[in-house]
């Protein structure tokens, strides 16, 4: 080769960019030193859910009415007859009530990053099913999480989740016992 062809292909090799594949991906890349925390979608997540709910409500009221009314009818000053015609309603009414309800939901399950959202908090949503004794017992959770209150062992407390949505529902023969049946439902609603 001369001098002035290996010089045209030194110039065209200078001039073509180097095509290589790198084992570094930016996007999945994580430091040897750095911990386990979640903070891209698709990084799974452990949700302890401990959530107490109480709610009581009461109501009072009482209404008290008196009525009367009369009429006398009379036939001349000197007549001996005398009549009289008189009515005379009263009512009392009392009414209470009383409602009490408490709830208690502590389990631990994993969820998924679904979103990481432009300011860095997490999206997440996750469902566990579990069959008890013949008995479904399905749990959603979905929030939004903050990558700060995500502890070093990937775990973050029901309480940290903005926007969260906690549902527990089962179904089977335990849970269908405890629905009121449809005509006690008519009934009640009749005030029978």
Not at 55 to 69: E, F, I, P
Not at 100 to 126: F, I, W, Y
Not at 161 to 171: E, H, K, N, P, V
Request: charged share 20%; aromatic share 6%; glycine share 8%.
């Amino acid at each position: 080769m001369s001098a002035p062809q290996a010089l045209a292909l030194v110039a065209v090799l200078m001039g073509t960019p180097a095509m290589a594949q790198s084992l570094y991906d930016e996007a999945s890349y994580r430091p040897l030193t750095a911990d386990n925390k979640a903070f891209r979608a698709g990084d799974v997540l452990t949700i302890q859910v401990v959530e107490n709910a109480t709610a009581v409500a009461s109501a009072d009221s009482g209404s008290h009415r008196k009525n009367s009314a009369g009429l006398e009818l009379f036939r001349d000053t000197n007549s001996k007859y005398r009549r009289e015609i008189g009515l005379s309603a009263t009512g009392d009414f009392d009414g209470g009530g009383r409602t009490a309800r408490t709830g208690k939901l502590v389990t631990q399950m994993s969820v998924t990053v679904t979103e990481v959202l432009p300011n860095g908090d997490l999206r997440v949503s996750g469902e566990q099913s579990l069959v008890i004794n013949q008995e479904r017992q399905q749990i959603r959770v979905s929030g939004q999480v903050r990558p700060q209150d995500i502890t070093d062992g990937n775990v973050v407390l029901s309480s940290r989740l903005a926007d969260a949505s906690i549902d527990y529902a089962g179904d089977g023969t335990l849970t269908d016992s405890q629905r009121m049946p449809w005509w006690q439902r008519v009934r009640s609603w009749f005030g029978l």
